[in-house]
């Protein structure tokens, strides 16, 4: 998860500990807490969005999203989801497989 702070103009990664969710129904998940504020924007995404990769096997990784973040952070919820989506496709270039679609 990373966390855009609109009063720093900064972005945080949160730590998750432990499995993602849905892999077993028995798991166990610790907490944490952290203030969101107006303007803040949260982005919860799978690795198959920083693991994307391009023509040269370069990953997309989490510097680029990121970035991504940052460059589209005022942008309403649907509108940053979709420019996530735009990088990461112009990353990959055209006639790549696009198996990485949970934002």
């Not at 309403?76 to 979709?82: D, E, G, H, Q």
Request: net charge neutral; charged share 20%; proline share 4%.
């Amino acid at each position: 998860m990373l966390l855009y702070q609109h009063k720093t103009r900064q972005v945080k990664g949160l730590k998750c500990p432990g499995v993602p969710v849905g892999i077993s129904p028995e798991s166990i998940f610790s907490m944490a807490e952290t203030e969101i504020e107006q303007g803040d924007r949260l982005v919860i995404y799978t690795d198959g969005i920083t693991e994307a990769s391009n023509k040269q096997g370069l990953l997309y990784g989490t510097k680029q999203l990121i970035m991504c973040l940052q460059e589209n952070c005022t942008e309403t919820p649907v509108n940053l989801t979709l420019s996530i989506i735009e990088s990461v496709s112009a990353w990959q270039g055209s006639g790549r497989k696009k198996t990485w679609r949970m934002i």
